[in-house]
């Protein structure tokens, strides 16, 4: 099969490389677009009592997510089509963009090592609800 528009779920970590790696030898022989989804964790969660400095801690953490996805692209040396920032439930957002810009491949990471927290890790949501094809890659230490 022949995919046209990759979607990557990274996360603000060194193996994200490794996926959009994955991401580029898949779409670089079909010139395939990539996109890039990431989650932004939402400061409220740390602490409800800090109400007036959360703003900026929002907008801080806005900017973080941001130069993340910015050197993502840098070095993918390949043409990334859009990045997104999402806060929330990611697999809604992942199955939300894939309809909307006719993603037909999700590639995202796997930590997890025992066959337990494989079969309950987020991957399983996104595969579920995503409503395409998705490539799970391993990112343990080889």
């Known amino acids: 099969m022949t995919y046209t528009h990759l979607l990557v779920a990274v996360a603000p970590t060194p193996e994200s490389h490794k996926l959009v790696s994955k991401a580029v030898s898949i779409a670089r022989p079909v010139n395939a677009r990539i996109s890039l989804i990431t989650s932004a964790t939402d400061p409220e969660m740390y ?16 900017e973080e997510t941001r130069q993340f996805l910015d050197e993502l692209t840098a ?59 998705v490539l799970l890659v391993s990112l343990q230490d080889e």
Request: charged share 20%; glycine share 6%.
């Open 47 to 62: 602490n409800q009592f800090a109400a007036p400095m959360l703003e900026n801690l929002r907008e801080l953490m806005q």
């Open 75 to 133: 070095r993918a040396d390949y043409p990334i089509a859009n990045t997104h920032i999402a806060c929330g439930e990611l697999s809604e957002h992942i199955k939300d963009f894939c309809q909307k810009q006719q993603v037909d491949l999700v590639i995202c990471g796997n930590h997890n090592k025992s066959f337990f927290a494989r079969a309950t890790c987020s991957a399983k949501s996104v595969a579920g609800n995503s409503g395409v094809d």
